[in-house]
């Protein structure tokens, strides 16, 4: 007999299978979204296991819990789904109608309320957002009107077109434009009693009522439980912790063909665990579904294991321009080394003096392939030319280009002289997060001592190598390569562009004086740079997928052509393991951050257990 328990305004049950902890199925909206593509209809019930390394992991909940505004389906095309429908007008005006009937994870409505709240309220509040709205809302410096049109329908406006809005709300980590009203507004200065509010903040041992707010609104980090929420399921436990437990949302959205309301399974729960131990775990059978923490080399191990373990260990392709990529800093400090690095020449010479098929073949049987750090086949604006520029295992030439720089004279090593007489020798700089870039490192050393070229590795941690990349000091750093190489023409370019100062180490200072509007850092100064900022605003104006297309064509030529980063291999097998019994799990897929959300975006809703 099913047991019920009260807590607020969160229903426990314990369903048919036994779980506790797993709530009630309630209703979905009366305008529900309806998955009629699924591979097999489901049954309900049941809990999955999955192993973090960390407690702040428990944001992928929200990340595989997929649910968005407006989000990719399984072919990566832009869906409404949080949203019932959404009108697209001259790239500028977005108008977004909700489902009939909608709820929070509490019963409470959802509502345009919901969303002006966050505009209005959150980011459009100097003391919780005093950087004014999220970047992504902002368009050459204008923030959109907004307006409700009635309790279901809102509008966006801004005077010219904003390319980003819809791919960023589908984002792996999304833009938030709203946030539960009903529940912050009793934490919100604008809405409490002042005497009453500064209870709460002496209560909450918080700094200020800013402090209360920010600790309850925490949409990113999904580890409140008190928050309601969209997402299928909903955490229960409240950090910090070891095993964190989130049942099922009993007002979600989703149905599938026969109506039944989804998710299918009751129960998700996130074990935290050493990351050296993921994979043994894993083989040994104390997972259900587990890709994060492992890694190809991992990959004989488990499929050795899948009759003990009852885990059916898949293999997909990650979408990475690279899996690992060597870069550059075109910003170091170093006079002599960023004179040699802005040198086209010296790049390829670095390029072409790679075996990336050795690579392949050491450290990943053979199936990795070459790669320089761009889109891929699969993407549709991938062309031989940017596909294969700057490829090739070409030592002769290598050594000509460098000659031809001047590096021609050699010392009792056979280590080619700098211009001031300094040997041709640097540290390539890495996070220290795992033994494979070491393991890859060893095989371009013995690569580049071909040309007179001697390096060395140096782990950090990643916030220490992070700020040496951007003073200049760590003159070469080895990274993952970029996120997204399946872009489409309606996707942002701005992988391929001097824009950012985390995620693109090869011109750290380049886009910083970008991100904070000429304030800090240096502008570009390299003529391919300045174009490929240029063509960026180009496609920021363009509008539609045709004009779109054309820009990030000339983009992706000029970024190729120039060796910037150095990509080594991509198509690196990412072992997925999967119980049994669980179905719905794509046999074949693609796994990536962005914009597949790892396996988001194959809608981990849709998964059901058989037994």
Known sequence: ??????????IISVLGVGLPGASSRAEPPAEPMVIDDMPEIGKPGGQIRTLINREKDVRLLYVYGHARVVGYNPKLELVPDIAAEYKVEEGRIFTFRLRKGHKWSDGQPLTSEDFRFYFEDIAGDPELSPTGLPIELVVDGETPQFEVIDDETFRYTWSRPNPYFLSQLAAASPLFIYAPAHYLKQFHKKYVDEAKLGELVKRDNARDWVQLFMRRDRMNKFDNPDLPTLQPWMLTTTPPADRFIAVRNPYYH????????????????????DSKLIAVKTGEGETDLQSRGLSFQDATFLKQNEERSHLNIRLWPEARGAHLALYPNLNAADDTWRKLFRDKRFREALSIGIDRDAISQYLYFGLATPANNTVLPDSPLYTQQIGEACLGHDIDKANA????????????????????????ELIVETAGEDNEQSDVLELVRGNWAAIGFRIHTKPSEREVLRNRVFSGEALMTIWYGIENGVPTAEQSPKEFVPINQYDQPQWPKWGQYYETKGSAGEAPDLPEAKKLLELFHE????????????????????????CYTIGLVANVLQPIAVRDTIHNVPEEGVYNWEPHAQIGVYRPDTFWISN
Do not use: F, H
Not at 1 to 9: D, E, T
Not at 267 to 273: E, N, Y
Not at 539 to 562: C, F, M, N, R
């Open 401 to 424: 280009l460098l000659d031809e720089l001047g590096l021609d004279k050699r010392n009792d090593d056979d280590l080619r002289l700098l211009p001031d007489g300094r040997p041709l």
């Open 539 to 562: 496609w920021e104006e363009a509008t539609g997928p045709d004009a779109q297309k054309q820009v990030w064509e000339q983009i992706l030529q000029t970024y190729s052509s120039q």
């Open 1 to 10: 007999m099913n047991k019920r328990y009260l807590s607020g305004l969160v």
């Open 254 to 273: 989703r149905v599938d063909s026969d109506g039944q309301q989804l998710p299918y399974v009751d129960r998700l729960i996130l074990d935290v665990v």
